[in-house]
Structure formats: structure tokens, C-alpha cells
């Protein structure tokens, strides 16, 4: 790329804390260097050097990675497989080596879904490290020697060469070069820097040759630190926290019930041998063995969705996260911008007009470059072209000293002209008389956050201001609208960009984003998104700062970004979304990358997340609704038999066949929530409690019949109690599965079909009598038609239930 006189330019005359107005990276005081590290003209000598590898350890981050053992053992330490655990254990006490073994491959199939999940963080870390430089070319003894990166020790001279990754956090002793700091800032303008900057491990060297001395190594450096970040950053998900909190409230309540089937077990003095298989039966009963396959199942379904709109979501608890987000804090370029530097306004001078002004300014450019200012200037003078443009004869390409570029060319007549392109103060002091209008024009479009250049031409020593051209990074057309969905949505968009404040406040202005610009400054731990519509001149790693504010708020936060110094706030965010521009690190650390650029993504994310966590929904508290009834049921049945009702194998029938086909709720036909959901377990607890007395109150009333209307024996019992259960699940599910009455839309296909699947094994088993009593086929048809219409009537009590406990 070749620099422009728009480019930021870092000078190390100021000893202070100096910041890129453009990207918002600071440079520590000069004052920060440890003095003491100062090494001499020649070098450090090799035993000084070895002396301070000794001291300060190798220039490379540590591996922090979990053996990959260890990580498979952590996946059956949590309350689910607790359970499962006891469980295996019983039924292997028992005998009961098939049912042992079944329950053993839900337990697998739960931890291998798990595993999935815990590998980002590493592939962040190592996504980090590939990015830093492998050699460097460093002075020891006098003597300039390249030697592994790893070697550099604080102190050491380096070299800063054409195409080298600056391999240390280094402070620049002589020359100048071009910076490329994007991977650490996200934004893709280079700086020049010469004497006295500090640069940055990670930061790409695009021209110009340097000196520097080393000031950190390894995680001492930001890009450690950044690493140290990605590595602690840490959100518990609210999948898990939903999930350990059904568990944990089901534990107690059943917990609870299963002492009081035992102490009235005892109470009728029941064998042992009949006891251990009831509570085997109620622990059983109490597990929501599917749960975390079901949010994994839904959110799989969900991504594939996703992907269709240009989201590819990297961690499946990113698609739950997005339909719970209140605040989204969005990078400014190239999500909200087009990232790509526009003519926004030419002020031609008396003498001059537009089209002749881009014209000059297009002559002093560089044609076929990689400059954005100029192909931007190039591009605008194409589109304005004159008849009577000068002839280029020369073309000096921008100089760093001087601050402009230069080129020679001739009119018309063939009289010879000199054109300038550069900083206004460079190019204004060439021009006599200096126009005083000039100046109040480029302060009023610097004031609006525009990039200033000045175009002069004729001779050397005469030369006349022809105009002023400021240019911008344009909205994006359809940001406003996306904003505008967003905030329907019930979603504030709040914009976090290491731009200037006057540059972000007009970005904002333009896209719709309504509100304050918060001071220069650190950013206040109390902050709260309806504070600020701008947080502008932030560094990359006030971000990370910034959205743990939010968080202890009590907000859910959706973080975009496209830096390596983003990835700590993407880690931390319960939703990272990396734009369609990051870096490889950014987007192994998000848990969404967007395809495309804009927030279309984030919007389709959204919408799709919410359709994602209702489906989630309804299986969660169809889960709780029957774990509840399950083990209540074995009372009611022991109460009214003197018997368990349900055998341990009736009841892993019941476990595989309805938690496992419930699964295709996971597809069902649902409506997106209005409003940004949160997992209120407290009162989908109660509602499930409420639903569970109507379900039991059925089940009960099905087995009192065959109990005392038909004097069945306990077997056939048995199989009645099996078969309502079964049915009363089904009809629990259509109840249930939308907000509104149950025939407000169809059902997925597959959520008809694994109902047939269910009721047909239940009915099957039961007239067949396998493992378990034979009953007539009158009796079962008898028992689903009392099913079919006890779901119409639960469906008219859900509504009132559901809209006082503000379940939507």
C-alpha cells in the first residue's frame, strides 16, 4: 500500500501517551520503557542475553491446552451425569447388564456432544499464536544474526525489515517504516511510525526499513496478554445454566418424593429386593436424560439454518445466546460502514471546480495501488471526467517527510505544471497568497470526522490552491433499517469503534443510533447500554472491559469485532459475532462469523435464535412436566396398589421412547418471541408444576378406573399405568408446544411422525405384551381417545398460566 497525507502518522517527539485517531491504538509513554533494559549501540552480549532469557523466559506464550483425556473426563463430571453414573451402578448391582449398558451410550452420546464445545478456546490460542513472527533478525555483540523469535529476551536491538512480523513488543531507536497494525486493531489503514513509537508482536511491517528495541516478550507483550484474555475470558452459557438449573430443581423435588416412596415402602414393610428396583424406577424417572442432547440437536438445526443467510456459527450455544441478547455492540467499519474510503465533499477554490479539482488530485495519485485514498480520489475523478485535464508527465509517490505527493504534467497548451497532494498544513504553506478561506473550510470538514487533503498546482514557485477533497468511510445504505429491525426487536445497538468521537457520532447520526457519546477516558465499570448510543476512541482492549460491564449489569451482550484484540471481548460476550473482514484469530474466537458484511446476519441470528430457543423451550418444560408426574405417580400407584407401578425396564422404555423422540420438538413449527428471551427456570418450574397436576390427575384417573371399575390385577396395572403415561406425554406435547392454542399451526412433519412412533411402540408393547402384561385393544383405544381429549382441555388452561408467568 502506499501511504497518503490522509494516512495517521505517529511521531515519537511527544514523550506522552500518543493514540491513532483512526484505529484508537495507544502507545505507552516512552516514560513505561524500563530503563535499566537499555542495552548498548552493539547490542546485547550473548551472556547478558542468555542472563535475561534465564530471567524473563522464552518470547512465546505458554501451552495452556487440557490433554484431551482430561477434557473427555470432565464431560461425566456434572449433575446429569451424576445420575446417570448412580444409575449404571444400580442397575450393574441389580443384574440388569442391558439396561446398564443403554443408559451407558446416553451417557457417551451426551459427553461426545459436549467435547465439541470446549475445543474453541484452543483453536483461538492457537489461531493467536501462528500469528507471531517465527525468526528475527536481532544485534548481539555487535553483530546483526537472525535467531529464533523465541530467543528474544527485553533489551535486544531488532531489526524491522519489508514483509517481517514484528516479533516482540519493541520501541523504534531509528528509521521509519509502515505499520500494519490491523490484526491488532481491526482497522486497515497503516500508520507511519519512526524514532520513539511503540509497536506491537503481531504488527506487519509494509515499508521501510527500522531499528527497534525489545520492551516485553512473551505473555508480557499486549499480544500475551491478549492471549492470557482469550484463555480466562469466560461466560457461562445460558444453555448450561438452564440445564444445571432444571437438574438442580428436579433433584430436590424428587429427591424428596423418592425419601417418601421409601419411607412408605418401608412403612408397608416391603423386601428390600422390591425397594431397590422402586427407587431405581423413581431415580430413573427423575433424570432429564436428553436435555443437553436436545439443546445441542436444536441449535445444530438452527445453525444449518443459519448458514443459509450467511452466518456460520462456530459454537452451537451461540444460535440459544442469540435469541437472548438485549444489547449488541456493534465494530463501526465495515459493519456499519462499507470499509472502503469514498470522495465525500470537494471544496474547490476560486478559479477551480470539482471535476477539475479530482482531477489534480487524481494525477498526484497512484494508479493500480493499493492505497485506499488514492483509488478512492482516482475512482471520483473517473466518474467527473474533464476534456481538458492535464497530461501527466512524472509521478512521485507520497513522501513520509514531506506529506505529499507530487506529479508533473502539462496543460493544454503544453505549458508545464507541478500538482501537489498532501496535508492541508503541508500544502496550504506552499501557496501564495495563502486563501483564508482555505482553512475554515478544512476545519469545518475535519470537524465532521472527514479525512482532509489539499490539491495545489502551478509552478514551484506560484503555486494556487485548487480545492480541498475530504473523504469518508460511507454508511452502509442498509444500516439504518437493520437498526431500526434490531430495535423492534427490543435489541439496543450501541456502536464501539476506536474511531474519533466526532467521526462516530456522525457514523451513528446517519445509521439511526440515537443517544450520547461516552467521554474519552476508561470506560466506567458501572456503565449501562441506555447511557451511550457511542463508546468512540476505545482501544481494542476496552472492549473486553466494556461488555463485562454490561454483564454485570445483568445484560445478555452480543459483541461484533474483526481484530486479534478482539477476540478476549468476543470470548467474553454470550454472543461473539465476527465480521465478514476479521482476522482468522477474531473468528475463531467469535461464536458466529458473518459471511456478508452488515448486520443483516445479526438480524437473521436473531430471529432464528429465538425461533431456536422456543423449540427449546417447550421440550425443557415438557421434560419438567414429566419428571415431576413420573415420580409423583409412583406414590399415587403405591398408594393405591401397595405396589411399584412401573418397573425399572417400563421405565427405560418410557425414558428412550418419550425423552429421545421428543426430541423432534427440536423441528417443530414455532413462532420467533417478540421480545429478547431469558430462561426463567424459577417460573417455567412453576408452570411445569401446574401442567404436571392436570398430567397426573389424568394418569391417575386412568389407573383408578382399571384399578376399581374393572379390578385389574397389579401386572395389568402395570401396563395401564405405562400406557397413560405414555399417551398423557403425547397429549402434554401438543398442549404445550405452542403459546397460543395448540391448532395455531401445524406440526413439523417429524413431530408427527415420532408421535406415531411412540404411541405405536407403547401400543404394540402393551397389546403384544412384551415386558410387560397383555391388554385388549378396546382398552388402549379407550385410553388414547380419554388422552386426545384431555389435551383440549389442558390447552385452555395453559393460556392463562402461561400469560401470568409471562411465558412467551
Known amino acids: 500500500m502506499t501511504p497518503n497525507a490522509a494516512e495517521p502518522k505517529v511521531s515519537g517527539s511527544n514523550p506522552g501517551s500518543q493514540a491513532n485517531p483512526k484505529n484508537g491504538l495507544k502507545t505507552p509513554p516512552l516514560a513505561d520503557v524500563d530503563t535499566k533494559l537499555a542495552s548498548s549501540p552493539d547490542g546485547l552480549t550473548a551472556a547478558e542475553a542468555q542472563k535475561r532469557l534465564t530471567q524473563y523466559g522464552p518470547n512465546a506464550m505458554p501451552d495452556t491446552s487440557m490433554h484431551p483425556f482430561r477434557m473427555a473426563l470432565e464431560k461425566f463430571w456434572a449433575p446429569v451425569p451424576w445420575m446417570l453414573e448412580v444409575v449404571i451402578v444400580l442397575e450393574l448391582a441389580l443384574g440388569k447388564f442391558v439396561e446398564a449398558a443403554i443408559i451407558a451410550l446416553l451417557l457417551a452420546f451426551n459427553a461426545a456432544l459436549g467435547l465439541f464445545q470446549e475445543s474453541r478456546a484452543q483453536a483461538t490460542l492457537a ?64 500508520i507511519e511510525a519512526d524514532a520513539g513509537v511503540q509497536t506491537f508482536a503481531g504488527a506487519l511491517v509494509r515499508r521501510g526499513e527500522a531499528e527497534a528495541e525489545v520492551t516485553a516478550t512473551g505473555a508480557r507483550t499486549k499480544f500475551g496478554r491478549t492471549a492470557e484474555l482469550v484463555r480466562t475470558a469466560h461466560v457461562v452459557s445460558s444453555q448450561q445454566k438452564a440445564v444445571l438449573r432444571v437438574v438442580r430443581n428436579l433433584a430436590a423435588f424428587n429427591g424428596v418424593v423418592i425419601v417418601l416412596l421409601v419411607s412408605y415402602a418401608w412403612y408397608l414393610a416391603m423386601p428390600v429386593t422390591d425397594i431397590i428396583p422402586l427407587v431405581l424406577t423413581a431415580v430413573l424417572a427423575s433424570i432429564p436424560v436428553a436435555l443437553p442432547a436436545t439443546f445441542t440437536l436444536a441449535a445444530a438445526l438452527g445453525a444449518r439454518s443459519l448458514a443459509r443467510h450467511g452466518v456460520l456459527p462456530t459454537r452451537l450455544s451461540a444460535v440459544d445466546e442469540a435469541a437472548s441478547i438485549v444489547v449488541l455492540c456493534s465494530d463501526k467499519t465495515g459493519t456499519l460502514t462499507k470499509n472502503a474510503l469514498t470522495v465525500t465533499s470537494v471544496r474547490p477554490m476560486p478559479g477551480f471546480d470539482e471535476a477539475h479539482v479530482l482531477a489534480l488530485a487524481a494525477l498526484a495519485s497512484s494508479d493500480g495501488g493499493d492505497d485506499p485514498v488514492d483509488g478512492a480520489i482516482r475512482a471520483a475523478a473517473a466518474s467527473k471526467a474533464v476534456s481538458d485535464a492535464p497530461k501527466l508527465v512524472k509521478f512521485s509517490a507520497f513522501d513520509p517527510a514531506k506529506k505529499m505527493s507530487e506529479a508533473t504534467a502539462t496543460d493544454a497548451t503544453g505549458n508545464p505544471q507541478h500538482i501537489v497532494k498532501g496535508a492541508f498544513t503541508v500544502v496550504v504553506g506552499l501557496v501564495k497568497p495563502s ?50 429491525e434490531l430495535h423492534g426487536l427490543g435489541v439496543r445497538t450501541v456502536m464501539v469503534t476506536g474511531d474519533a468521537p466526532a467521526t462516530a457520532a456522525i457514523v451513528a447520526k446517519a445509521v439511526g443510533l440515537v443517544g450520547d457519546v461516552c467521554p474519552p477516558g476508561p470506560i466506567p465499570e458501572a456503565v449501562r447500554p441506555e447511557q451511550f448510543a457511542v463508546f468512540a476512541g476505545v482501544l481494542p482492549e476496552d472492549k473486553y472491559k466494556l461488555v463485562k460491564a454490561f454483564q454485570k449489569g445483568d445484560h445478555t451482550v452480543g459483541m461484533c469485532g474483526d481484530g486479534a484484540n478482539d477476540a478476549p471481548a468476543l470470548r467474553q460476550a454470550q454472543l461473539g459475532i465476527a465480521v465478514s473482514t ?29 425461533i431456536t430457543f422456543q423449540r427449546i423451550l417447550t421440550y425443557t418444560l415438557n421434560s419438567i412436566i414429566k419428571k415431576i408426574v ?27 421412547a418419550g425423552d429421545f423422540l421428543a426430541m423432534s420438538l427440536t423441528t417443530d413449527n414455532v413462532r420467533p418471541s417478540p421480545l429478547p428471551n431469558s430462561w426463567r427456570i424459577g417460573r417455567l418450574t412453576i408452570a411445569g408444576a401446574v401442567m404436571a397436576i392436570f398430567l397426573l390427575a389424568f394418569c391417575s384417573g386412568v389407573l383408578a378406573v382399571g384399578k376399581f371399575e374393572m379390578e385389574l390385577g397389579i401386572d395389568e396395572l402395570r401396563t395401564l399405568a405405562f400406557t397413560a403415561l405414555v399417551f398423557g406425554s403425547q397429549a402434554i406435547i401438543y398442549a404445550i ?11 413439523s412433519l417429524w413431530l408427527a411422525v415420532s408421535s406415531v412412533v411412540d404411541i405405536s411402540i ?37 393460556l392463562p398460566v402461561f400469560r401470568r408467568l409471562g411465558i412467551a
Open 737 to 747: 408446544r405452542q403459546r397460543r392454542h395448540l391448532w395455531g399451526s401445524r406440526p
Open 630 to 656: 413420573t415420580v409423583l405417580f409412583l406414590i399415587v400407584g403405591l398408594l393405591m396398589t401397595g405396589h411399584a407401578i412401573l418397573t425399572p425396564l417400563l421405565m427405560v422404555i418410557v425414558m428412550i
Open 127 to 190: 489461531a493467536l499464536k501462528s500469528r507471531l513472527a517465527l525468526s528475527a533478525s536481532v544485534k548481539r555483540g555487535g553483530a546483526w544474526k537472525t535467531i529464533p523469535a523465541a530467543d528474544l529476551v527485553p533489551g535486544d536491538l531488532v531489526k524491522l525489515s519489508l514483509g517481517a512480523v514484528v516479533a516482540a513488543d519493541v520501541k523504534l531507536t531509528g528509521g521509519e517504516v509502515l505499520l500494519d497494525q490491523s490484526m491488532l486493531t481491526g482497522e486497515s489503514v497503516p
Open 582 to 610: 476479521a482476522t482468522d484469530v477474531a473468528k475463531s474466537a467469535a461464536g458466529m462469523v458473518l459471511t456478508e458484511p452488515g448486520l443483516a446476519g445479526i438480524v437473521a441470528a436473531v430471529k432464528e435464535g429465538r
Open 435 to 484: 486563501p483564508t478561506a482555505a482553512a475554515a473550510a478544512a476545519k469545518e470538514l475535519e470537524d465532521k470526522g472527514f479525512r482532509v487533503l489539499a490539491v495545489a498546482v502551478g509552478p514551484a514557485t506560484a503555486m494556487k490552491l485548487a480545492g480541498l477533497v475530504a473523504l469518508s468511510d460511507p454508511p452502509r445504505q442498509d444500516a439504518a433499517a437493520l437498526i431500526e
Open 762 to 798: 407403547a401400543s404394540t408393547l402393551a397389546a403384544a405384551g412384551v415386558a410387560m402384561t397383555p391388554l385388549p385393544a378396546w382398552m388402549l383405544a379407550s385410553a388414547f381417545a380419554a388422552a386426545a381429549a384431555f389435551a383440549i382441555i389442558l390447552d385452555f388452561v395453559k
